[in-house]
């Protein structure tokens, strides 16, 4: 009987033994709410509207949590010489159920870390900001330059065209005086000043007179000349 009795005790010995040496395994996330504030400033001429989203795909959101945790440290006792930082921030916030797990702020520019808290950031990777993106469920965390026009010289033909330049380009315009009266030539800009005129014209045979503008700072203009009409936005690729 006590050998029996001696046997059990060690049974649960080695069963509770068992138990205490088997790790638990961390919590993961079941759910990630995403939200980006709209731009404080345009980004390649346009502002950055506020996104806001829930993923509630289980093992996607695990896949980013467990990505954004093996990203490299960053020592932040150093000086890193970074590009300029646009203030594009995708706030991460990680759910187990309804309780959060983890917050964490990607930056799309500048240098582009994870700040998972105030003393610990990561490098992102341009595997992570696919996998983040892919997740998310848009194109890329930044939008990508606008596809800049390569024609500068412009006819009645081009009415109703928008046209896209960068700071210091050039175009011109050539209409028929008889229909379009250059002193009925009008341009509206927002901020006042994002065209110049250009006073060296190149010469058009009448009843032609020709229009020569420079991108000075970005912004948007409308040139209307009676029903002709050239919707013009000018961007900083340097934003």
């Given at each position: 009987?006590?050998?029996?009795?001696?046997?059990?005790?060690?049974?649960?010995?080695?069963?509770?033994?068992?138990?205490?040496?088997?790790?638990?395994?961390?919590?993961?996330?079941?759910?990630?709410?995403?939200?980006?504030?709209?731009?404080?400033?345009?980004?390649?001429?346009?502002?950055?509207?506020?996104?806001?989203?829930?993923?509630?795909?289980?093992?996607?959101?695990?896949?980013?949590?467990?990505?954004?945790?093996?990203?490299?440290?960053?020592?932040?006792?150093?000086?890193?010489?970074?590009?300029?930082?646009?203030?594009?921030?995708?706030?991460?916030?990680?759910?187990?159920?309804?309780?959060?797990?983890?917050?964490?702020?990607?930056?799309?520019?500048?240098?582009?870390?994870v700040h998972l808290s105030a003393t610990?950031?990561?490098?992102?990777?341009?595997?992570?900001?696919?996998?983040?993106?892919?997740?998310?469920?848009?194109?890329?965390?930044?939008?990508?330059?606008?596809?800049?026009?390569?024609?500068?010289?412009?006819?009645?033909?081009?009415?109703?065209?928008?046209?896209?330049?960068?700071?210091?380009?050039?175009?011109?315009?050539?209409?028929?005086?008889?229909?379009?009266?250059?002193?009925?030539?009008?341009?509206?800009?927002?901020?006042?000043?994002?065209?110049?005129?250009?006073?060296?014209?190149?010469?058009?045979?009448?009843?032609?007179?020709?229009?020569?503008?420079?991108?000075?700072?970005?912004?948007?203009?409308?040139?209307?000349?009676?029903?002709?009409?050239?919707?013009?936005?000018?961007?900083?690729?340097?934003?």
């Amino acid at each position: 009987m006590k050998i029996k009795q001696l046997g059990l005790v060690l049974l649960l010995g080695l069963l509770l033994v068992a138990c205490a040496g088997t790790p638990q395994q961390p919590e993961q996330p079941t759910a990630l709410h995403v939200l980006r504030p709209a731009s404080q400033s345009p980004i390649f001429g346009q502002p950055l509207p506020r996104l806001e989203r829930t993923i509630t795909n289980a093992n996607a959101v695990q896949h980013l949590y467990v990505a954004a945790l093996a990203l490299p440290v960053v020592d932040q006792g150093k000086t890193y010489n970074c590009p300029v930082d646009l203030g594009v921030v995708y706030q991460l916030d990680f759910l187990a159920g309804s309780s959060m797990l983890q917050h964490m702020d990607v930056q799309a520019s500048g240098c582009g870390w994870v700040h998972l808290s105030a003393t610990d950031a990561r490098w992102t990777t341009a595997a992570f900001t696919r996998l983040l993106a892919n997740t998310i469920g848009i194109p890329s965390l930044f939008p990508a330059p606008p596809q800049l026009t390569q024609q500068y010289e412009f006819t009645e033909q081009d009415s109703g065209r928008t046209v896209t330049y960068t700071v210091t380009s050039r175009f011109g315009i050539s209409l028929n005086q008889q229909k379009y009266p250059k002193k009925n030539m009008q341009i509206s800009c927002t901020p006042p000043g994002t065209l110049g005129s250009v006073s060296n014209l190149p010469y058009v045979a009448p009843p032609l007179y020709a229009v020569r503008y420079e991108a000075v700072q970005p912004g948007l203009c409308t040139i209307k000349n009676g029903t002709f009409l050239l919707t013009v936005r000018i961007i900083s690729l340097n934003e």
